[in-house]
């Protein structure tokens, strides 16, 4: 990602948009992630007309793939750019809507348990990179926001950061750039390594919700291996996000006494600002799934309804990945994202399988 796409992707969260200037790029992303199931119905169906076994390559997976080739083969006009950038939007209207799926007492049981995986997972990410960018000679506050964008939920962890610590629009380019290179990368190292290990579902969508950065990467790569996998991806990857306030705010404090930063006099209200409120809305139709609220049919109606937010959001991870940009950014920063990511999705995937006995994965 260039500086001025990073510039655009900070823009994108405070410049008011017309709903028409939606529109263009919402129905793209509707045309590629419908495109993606249809390719994935119409290859299971030829195979079983013709009584053959080929493999079942979920509609993620198209949808992605059609989204990488538009965007770096053909290019997207700026008409469609304003929409296309709504698929964070979706990406969180299907977490709160895939509420609907989980009874409270497994989210509390799980939300505990990652929370304790979360908590390890945060203090390996922040001291490795914090290391790995001070042995790589990269500038402190590019170090930060890679040990902030690693450690919490990607790209959105680094714009909320931007601001914060008064991190500059190269910087944010480069950690931006980084991160979406490994995410992308995730997406079909994760599945591969999950299956050759033979993890369960819950398992392996807890690691993906904890070893990949980016939500949508993150759902992505769950619901790559198994629906079910999905499910547990989103609910450690939640866990993981409801911490940005907390050390958003540590990092605005530290750079603050260091006099690079503005002071931040209303903590509270800071908190309140980060906090992504998803996370209440997911809780809040998993509570009234779990006390009857909704019908064995609505249930069904809303999980539906979360596979289409889903489908418009992973037609738009593809076509926000530009590869040729990222070609054009500095080695070092992907270098010390690259080492940091590994390690941390390696230790991340050890503490799963070590516990999986014990936590019953």
């Known amino acids: 990602m260039s500086q001025g796409a990073a510039q655009q992707a900070v823009r994108v969260e405070v410049r008011p948009t017309g709903f028409l200037e939606l529109i263009p790029g919402v129905l793209l992303l509707g045309?590629?992630?419908?495109?993606?199931?249809?390719?994935?119905?119409?290859?299971?169906?030829?195979?079983?007309?013709?009584?053959?076994?080929?493999?079942?390559?979920?509609?993620?997976?198209?949808?992605i793939l059609y989204g990488l080739l538009?965007?770096?083969?053909?290019?997207?006009?700026?008409?469609?750019?304003p929409g296309v950038a709504t698929y964070e939007f979706w990406l969180k209207a299907g977490i709160v809507l895939l509420g609907a799926r989980f009874v409270l007492g497994d989210v509390l049981k799980l939300g505990g348990m990652s929370l304790v995986l979360v908590a390890i997972e945060l203090g390996i990410s922040i001291a490795l990179m914090t290391w790995l960018g001070k042995r790589f000679q990269l500038t402190p506050k590019l170090t930060s926001l890679l040990a902030i964008?690693?450690?919490?939920?990607?790209v959105s962890a680094i714009i909320a950061a931007r601001g914060a610590i008064d991190a500059e629009d190269e910087e944010v380019s480069y950690a931006i750039a980084a991160i979406l290179t490994l995410g992308a990368f995730s997406l079909f190292a994760f599945p591969l390594i999950g299956h050759a290990l033979g993890m369960s579902d819950r398992a392996y969508g807890l690691w993906a919700g904890l070893g990949v950065d980016n939500?949508?990467?993150?759902?992505?790569?769950?619901?790559?291996?198994?629906?079910?996998?999905?499910?547990?991806?989103?609910?450690?990857?939640?866990?993981?996000?409801?911490?940005?306030?907390?050390?958003?705010?540590?990092?605005?404090?530290?750079?603050a006494r260091k006099s690079q930063a503005r002071h931040i006099a209303r903590k509270g209200a800071f908190l309140w600002n980060k906090f992504p409120k998803f996370v209440l809305g997911f809780l809040l139709i998993s509570g009234l799934a779990t006390i009857g609220f909704f019908s064995k049919a609505q249930i069904g109606s809303l999980a539906n309804l979360s596979r289409w937010a889903f489908l418009l959001t992973f037609a738009g991870v593809g076509l926000q990945t530009d590869l040729r940009a990222m070609r054009r950014q500095g080695l070092r920063p992907f270098v010390v994202g690259a080492i940091g990511e590994f390690a941390i999705a390696g230790l991340t995937l050890g503490?799963?399988?070590?516990?999986?006995?014990?936590?019953h994965l």
């Open 351 to 359: 503490l799963i399988l070590a516990g999986a006995s014990v936590l």
């Open 149 to 154: 964008g690693s450690s919490i939920c990607g």
């Open 215 to 255: 939500t949508a990467e993150a759902t992505a790569a769950g619901a790559l291996f198994s629906d079910a996998a999905g499910k547990f991806a989103v609910l450690a990857k939640t866990a993981r996000n409801a911490t940005i306030g907390f050390v958003v705010l540590a990092y605005a404090i530290y750079w």
């Open 70 to 81: 538009i965007s770096n083969v053909v290019g997207i006009p700026g008409v469609f750019r």
């Open 31 to 63: 045309v590629i992630g419908f495109a993606g199931k249809v390719t994935e119905q119409s290859i299971a169906a030829y195979g079983a007309s013709h009584h053959i076994a080929l493999p079942n390559i979920e509609y993620v997976l198209w949808a």
